[in-house]
């Protein structure tokens, strides 16, 4: 037995053929309208044409107040230059058939007859004042509304697509969702800038409407006394009627398109239709109806006025307002009921904790940014700030080789306009400046002359630099300074913290990945390592290490075999990850060497290298190094001297000492050198020459 298609039939039929055909008919349509002001139409198909007018009009209004928000009926803008151009071209069909032939169908006529009822005057009012409701009431609300809500739409797109692409850039949203919120909010400015275009429509056709009755009044009473020697009460009689007729024809659905105009721009985005929400917003308060029928009663109670109309109305009042508080009394015992029950659970915290939304893991990189630099995200304000750190993303990514968490970018109304603040895992670890309209000019080295602007430190690396503007840009370059733009800056302190965090940044989620996806082209190498030999933890802690001193762990699987081989001696991890930097040798020292394969160091003296060793004591966290803190502050500064020194002749030495020693020397100089590379001999390859540029002495 087959089961029915859950799937909805497509239309058969002449509808099928039809809607097949949606772009023919509209091309079609579109040339009947065109024909219609040129081609004289007889009196049965301009009555049919009016009524399709006035279905037309019907549908339409009928369809907006069925809509949970104005972009599903995005071509209304279209729609409606196409309704007013059709009822134009029928007051053109309808003027042609008055002038010439002094009729102009049935329902023009029926139209007149009914409202007229043998009053000229009454007719003449009832037109007017139908086309000051179009006109001064509906027309004018609906166009300003709609350009208001075409500038907020517009003024507020930044910040929207500032919201996407910090989503996107928190790794929140995908970026098929992402590309779906942006065209949504390119539709959205489309629609309502295309309204505030297309309200000025309906406002034209009230004008034009005017016109057209006074050309077809005094038209045809010239044409019916002079032309046709009719009598002028004959005349004023016969073509104010078919005016008349032919204006409440055409007002009647121009004022129904007008009302659509102003429900479609001043609808908000609901789930319901627009009855739905009037009937439940208006029916919250049960206090209004009620004293609303009070009012009316006591009008009733005034002498002169009648009785029953206040009677009727303020009774219905009042039992509504009786009715809706019955409802929100119930509403209110099951509210009571229900905080009861949920106070009455058993307490169960301990088991299963309620999350609290402070408690929330923070995210893993931020930028906080002050209102004044919320432009660099703005892409249409030429802003790339967004795209620039997903390209420092993925490079930071291919030379470190690690996961590289995406980066929170938000503004902060706590920062200054123009500062910004660099957080890992929600404490701050950087912040910057900017001055509003300047560039950065940084010194490079040998850059001739001085800079007019105001002085100040690269945030970055610490260099000092100057703040010009954009017209002393050519004289800096000229002079040799580096000149970078406020954005460049906060990507360059930005990728150099990631940088140097790069070790609090791995997860061991991140290390599981790593393994896995080594372990399709190592995987005897995992294998035999992680799980017998290392446990995941251990793993990613000396990765962590490695990260910590700018060594790129992307060859991870000479650093696995590496540390593989030495954890069957001991699982302590600086000894491990000692290993692994002399397995990763070229990958450390090749940065530092120069063409001529030199490697220019600074020694440590042989008695100064003893001395380091014999302060090395073994507890039960590891190896320490207990040096005389004097000791240690003239050991630091002879360091920082000799660099300095090295600095000045352009040359960036490394600090060459023994293996035993490294990493204790490099956690004590990390904190007042932090750019000094600290190798070890064992991690200098083959082939390179040792040139001795200054040596630490006593």
């Not at 002449?14 to 023919?24: A, E, P, Q």
């Not at 432009?375 to 620039?388: T, Y």
Request: charge should be negative; include cysteine; glycine fraction near 10%.
């Amino acid at each position: 037995m087959s089961t029915p298609s859950t799937t909805a039939p497509a239309p058969s039929g002449m509808l099928g053929r039809l809607t097949k055909h949606t772009d023919l008919l509209a091309a079609i349509g579109i040339v009947v309208i065109v024909a219609m002001l040129i081609v004289p139409l007889p009196p049965l198909l301009l009555d049919l044409m009016i009524t399709i007018n006035i279905a037309a009009a019907i549908a339409v209004v009928v369809t907006t107040l069925y809509l949970g928000k104005a972009l599903e009926l995005s071509v209304f803008p279209s729609l409606l230059l196409l309704t007013t151009i059709f009822r134009l071209a029928i007051n053109v069909s309808v003027t042609r058939l008055v002038l010439s032939e002094g009729e102009a169908g049935q329902v023009v006529h029926a139209f007149g007859e009914f409202v007229i009822g043998g009053n000229l005057v009454v007719g003449l009012v009832v037109f007017l004042i139908l086309v000051v409701i179009q006109f001064v009431v509906v027309t004018n609300g609906a166009g300003r509304v709609a350009e208001v809500a075409a500038r907020f739409t517009l003024d507020a797109m930044p910040g929207k697509q500032m919201a996407i692409d910090a989503d996107l850039n928190a790794g929140q949203i995908s970026e098929e969702q992402a590309r779906e919120r942006r065209k949504e909010i390119a539709q959205e400015a489309d629609f309502y800038g295309a309204m505030d275009g297309a309200s000025k429509f309906v406002k034209g056709d009230a004008v034009a409407a005017i016109i057209i009755t006074i050309i077809n009044l005094v038209g045809g009473l010239a044409i019916g006394v002079a032309m046709n020697g009719m009598p002028f009460g004959d005349a004023a009689h016969q073509y104010s009627l078919l005016t008349i007729g032919d204006g409440l024809a055409a007002q009647v659905p121009a004022l129904l398109i007008s009302v659509a105009t102003g429900i479609i721009v001043t609808r908000s985005a609901s789930e319901e239709d627009l009855g739905t929400d009037i009937a439940g917003q208006l029916t919250r308060q049960f206090k209004a109806p009620l004293f609303a029928g009070v009012a009316i009663l006591m009008f009733g109670l005034i002498p002169g006025l009648p009785k029953l109309p206040f009677l009727l109305v303020g009774g219905g009042l009042i039992f509504l307002g009786l009715q809706l508080r019955k409802r929100y009394q119930a509403e209110e015992r099951v509210a009571e009921a229900a905080a009861a029950a949920e106070a009455a659970r058993p307490a169960l915290a301990a088991a299963a904790p309620e999350l609290d939304v402070e408690a929330l893991p923070p995210d893993a990189l931020e930028l906080a940014i002050g209102y004044g630099l919320v432009g660099m995200v703005d892409e249409r304000d030429g802003g790339s700030l967004l795209r620039r750190i997903s390209h420092v993303r993925r490079q930071l990514a291919s030379e470190l080789g690690m996961i590289v968490p995406p980066v929170r970018v938000h503004d902060e109304p706590g920062l200054d306009a123009h500062a910004y603040v660099v957080r890992v895992r929600g404490g701050e670890v950087a912040r910057g400046k900017l001055l509003a309209g300047h560039l950065l000019a940084m010194d490079p080295g040998d850059a001739v002359g001085q800079l007019a602007g105001v002085p100040t430190t690269e945030p970055a690396f610490g260099l000092p630099a100057t703040w010009i503007t954009e017209e002393g840009r050519a004289e800096a370059e000229a002079l040799g300074f580096t000149v970078v733009d406020g954005e460049s800056v906060v990507v360059t302190h930005l990728t150099e913290q990631i940088r140097g965090h790069a070790g609090e940044l791995l997860t061991r989620q991140d290390v599981h990945e790593l393994v896995e996806t080594l372990k399709r082209s190592n995987e005897a190498a995992v294998n035999e390592v992680i799980g017998d030999g290392l446990t995941l933890g251990e793993l990613q802690r000396v990765l962590q290490r490695l990260l910590a001193e700018g060594v790129s762990i992307r060859d991870l699987g000479t650093i696995v075999e590496a540390v593989g081989d030495r954890a069957r001696l001991t699982r302590e991890i600086d000894l491990l990850a000692e290993h692994a930097r002399q397995a990763l040798a070229r990958q450390i020292t090749g940065p530092h060497v120069d063409e001529d394969h030199r490697l220019r160091v600074l020694a440590l003296d042989p008695g100064v290298e003893q001395e380091v060793a014999g302060a090395l004591v073994q507890t039960p966290e590891g190896e320490v190094l207990a040096l005389d803190p004097a000791r240690a502050q003239s050991l630091v500064g002879a360091l920082r001297a000799e660099s300095e020194t090295a600095a000045r002749r352009g040359i960036h030495p490394v600090l060459l000492c023994s293996s035993r020693v490294r990493r204790h020397l490099r956690r004590l100089v990390e904190q007042a050198l932090p750019q000094l590379p600290v190798c070890s001999y064992n991690e200098i390859g083959p082939g390179i020459n040792v040139e001795t540029v200054g040596v630490i002495t006593p």
